[in-house]
C-alpha cells in the first residue's frame, strides 16, 4: 500500500466495537418502527396517502409494468426504492395503501438508525451516545412533519444510511452492497458522497465500485431527464445563509414548527445561540479526539454545511425566504440530513473525555441532551405534522362510487397534501 493509501486507510478504524445479543437490535428496530407509526403524525399517516407517493409512484405501480416503473425517472432522476415500495404496494388491496406506504417507509428508516448504530462504533465509544445518534434517525423533530411516513422523502434518511455505510469498515458485504446500489439509486444528492468511496476503494473496491457504477447510472439518467424547476426567481446569497442557518441548527434544536415564533420574536439570536451549542462540542472533539474521529467531525460538519447550501440554491423560490409567513415550513425536508450529519459531529465532540476541561464535555451532554429531548417532546405534544385532510379510506370510496355512477370513465383519488389527487381507469378500480 502506498503511502497515500495508507494515510487514508488510517481516517477509517478497524477495531470492532462489542457485540450486541440480536435482541438488542431487535427491539431497537421494533421501538424505531412503533415510534414512526404510533406518534400522532404517525398515525395519521396510517389513514392518509402524501403527495408523490399516491399521484407519482402509486399510480404508476398500479398502470406500469415493474421494469418500467422502476427505470422511470421523475423530478429528473431515479427513485428505485420508493418505486419498489410502490409496487409492493400496488400488490395491495387499494384501500390498504396507506398503511403500506407508512409501513414502508418506517422500515427502512429504522433500518438506517441500526445501520448508524453499528457503523458508528469504530468512532464514538459511548454506547449511550450512539444509541443517542441513531435515535436521532427516528425521533428528530425535522424528520417527523413533512418527511414522515411516506417514501417520497425517504431518499433523505438513505443518503445518511450511505454515509456510514461507506464509512464501515465491518459493514457486512452483501446487505452493504444492496443498500449502497438502492439507495444510490434513489437520490441524486448521492453524488456528494463520491469522495467517501473514493476513500472507500482503499479498503474495499467492491463495495466502492458498485456505489460507483451506481452513481453513474444515476448520473447519465439526470443528464438525459427531464427536471422542471421549482421556480425562476433569482438566488439570494444572503436569504440562503440566513434560512441555512434557522433550518440546520436551530431547527435541529427545536423542530420547524417553533422557528416561526422563535425567529419574529427574537431576530437571529436563537439561530447563533444554536450554532455556538454546536460549535462547543465540535471544537471539543478536533482537540480532544484521535484522528479518525476528527476527520467524522469535520466530515459531518462540511457536508451538512454543503448539502442545506445546494439543496436552497437549487431549489431556490422566494418561499424559502425567512422573512416569509412560516419561515422554515416550506420544503422541511431540506433539513433532515444536514441537521444528521451535524449531529454526528456533536456526537464526537461530546464522546471526548479529556485530562482538563472535563467538566465542559459533561455540561455539553447535558445541554444538548435536554434541549434535544425536550423538541421532540414539544413536538409530539404539539401534534406537529398530524395530516388532517381527506382520508384515503374516503378517497377510495369515493373513486369506486364514480365509476359505478358510469358518469366518467376514472376514478378521481384526492390525497395529502391540499389540491392532489390522481386518476385510474375505472377497471384497475375495480380490480384493486
Known amino acids: 500500500m502506498t503511502v497515500l493509501g495508507e494515510r487514508l486507510h488510517g481516517l477509517v478504524p478497524d ?10 437490535h431487535l427491539a431497537g428496530f421494533v421501538a424505531a418502527v412503533a415510534f414512526q407509526l404510533l406518534t400522532p403524525a404517525g398515525r395519521s399517516h396510517l389513514t392518509h396517502v402524501w403527495a408523490e407517493d399516491g399521484a407519482r409512484f402509486l399510480l404508476d405501480g398500479v398502470k ?15 427513485h428505485v426504492i420508493p418505486r419498489m415500495s410502490a409496487e409492493l404496494v400496488s400488490l395491495l388491496p387499494l384501500g390498504w395503501a396507506a398503511v403500506g406506504f407508512a409501513l414502508s417507509a418506517a422500515v ?10 453499528a457503523a458508528s462504533g469504530g468512532y464514538v465509544r459511548s454506547t449511550a451516545l450512539r444509541v443517542g445518534l441513531a435515535a436521532l434517525v427516528v425521533v428528530l423533530p425535522v424528520g417527523n412533519s413533512e418527511p414522515l411516513g411516506n417514501v417520497s422523502n425517504l431518499h433523505w434518511f438513505l443518503l445518511y444510511g450511505l454515509f456510514w455505510v461507506l464509512l464501515w469498515r465491518d459493514a457486512p458485504r452483501v446487505p452493504a452492497l444492496l443498500f449502497v446500489v438502492l439507495a ?9 458522497l463520491a469522495p467517501l468511496a473514493v476513500l472507500a476503494l482503499f479498503r474495499d473496491r467492491v463495495l466502492a465500485t458498485a456505489f460507483l457504477v451506481a452513481a453513474a447510472v444515476q448520473g447519465g439518467v439526470m443528464v438525459f431527464a427531464e427536471r422542471t ?5 433569482a438566488v439570494d446569497p444572503v436569504q440562503v445563509v440566513l434560512a441555512a442557518l434557522l433550518r440546520v441548527p ?30 462547543v462540542p465540535v471544537v471539543a472533539g478536533l482537540v480532544w479526539r484521535d484522528r479518525p474521529a476528527r476527520f467524522l467531525a469535520v466530515l459531518g460538519v462540511g457536508y451538512g454545511v454543503a448539502i442545506i447550501v445546494v439543496s436552497l440554491v437549487a431549489n431556490w423560490t422566494v418561499a424559502l425566504q425567512v422573512q416569509q409567513p412560516g419561515v422554515v415550513m416550506a420544503s422541511q425536508r431540506y433539513s433532515v440530513l444536514p441537521c444528521l450529519l451535524l449531529f454526528t459531529a456533536v456526537a464526537v465532540g461530546l464522546d471526548a473525555t479529556p485530562a482538563r476541561g472535563r467538566w465542559l464535555v459533561i455540561t455539553a451532554r447535558t445541554v444538548v441532551a435536554c434541549v434535544l429531548l425536550a423538541a421532540v417532546v414539544q413536538h409530539v405534544r404539539d401534534r406537529a405534522g398530524v395530516l388532517t385532510g381527506p382520508e384515503w379510506t374516503d378517497s377510495v370510496a369515493s373513486a369506486r362510487a364514480q365509476c359505478s355512477a358510469g358518469a366518467r370513465p376514472v376514478g378521481r383519488f384526492a390525497h395529502e397534501p391540499s389540491g392532489w389527487f390522481f386518476e385510474l381507469p375505472c377497471d384497475l378500480v375495480e380490480r384493486s
Open 184 to 192: 444510490t439509486l434513489s437520490s441524486p444528492i448521492a453524488f456528494v
Open 229 to 233: 424547476p421549482y421556480s425562476h426567481d
Open 64 to 78: 406500469e409494468s415493474f421494469f418500467a416503473n422502476l427505470v422511470a425517472p421523475y423530478g429528473g432522476y431515479l
Open 108 to 117: 427502512p428508516r429504522a433500518l438506517v438508525a441500526l445501520i448508524t448504530f
Open 15 to 24: 477495531h470492532r466495537p462489542a457485540r450486541r445479543p440480536w435482541t438488542f
Open 250 to 279: 436551530l431547527a435541529g434544536f427545536t423542530g420547524s414548527e417553533q422557528v416561526p415564533d422563535l425567529y419574529p420574536r427574537f431576530g437571529n439570536v436563537p439561530a447563533l445561540l444554536a450554532v455556538l451549542l454546536v460549535a
